[in-house]
């Protein structure tokens, strides 16, 4: 597991997520998409239903896509604040979603969990590989860590960091 100090947090530490988790993960989902969904105008009522309907959509999704992942909570001084899965592959590490409620966003939490993750595939010689939407602003923070782009569709950047 991960723990790192920081001068804005004390302790960060990753736990594996189980069943009784979920209603939290769901918070975590909800609290960084409902602000773009506001812009759309709907209904409290249709902004919650598209919601909870997308993250468990996006659920079975990555549990279909990496049956191997790990899934942990992101723990800050035994308060949880975001989630993380990562699939740790033979030739790479795959950083598929970290996503931290906002009220915890821009202290330093991400870089610190990326870059402990950077410091393991270091050790293992693998690249680390993930995928962003083009109008996401962590995208600056990964480029920032090194990662560069090398592809990309509509919506998604594919990055790589060796």
Known sequence: MLAKESEVLKTIELKAITKADEAFLYEVYRSTKKQEVDLWGWSVE?????????????QASYNRQFPTANHYMIVV?????GRLLIEELSDYHHLI???ILPTYQRKGLATSIIVELL???RE???AVLLRVFH??????????LGFQV???DE???TMRWQ
């Not at 001084?77 to 604040?81: G, I, L, T």
């Open 150 to 152: 090398v592809s990309g």
């Open 119 to 121: 410091q393991k595939a």
């Open 46 to 58: 249709q902004t919650q239903t598209f919601l909870m309907m997308q993250w468990r959509a996006q």
């Open 124 to 126: 293992g010689n693998k």
């Open 135 to 144: 109008t996401n602003p962590a995208r600056h923070l990964y480029e920032r």
């Open 77 to 81: 001084d035994q308060q949880c604040v």
């Open 97 to 99: 979603d970290i996503s």
């Open 155 to 157: 919506l998604y950047l």
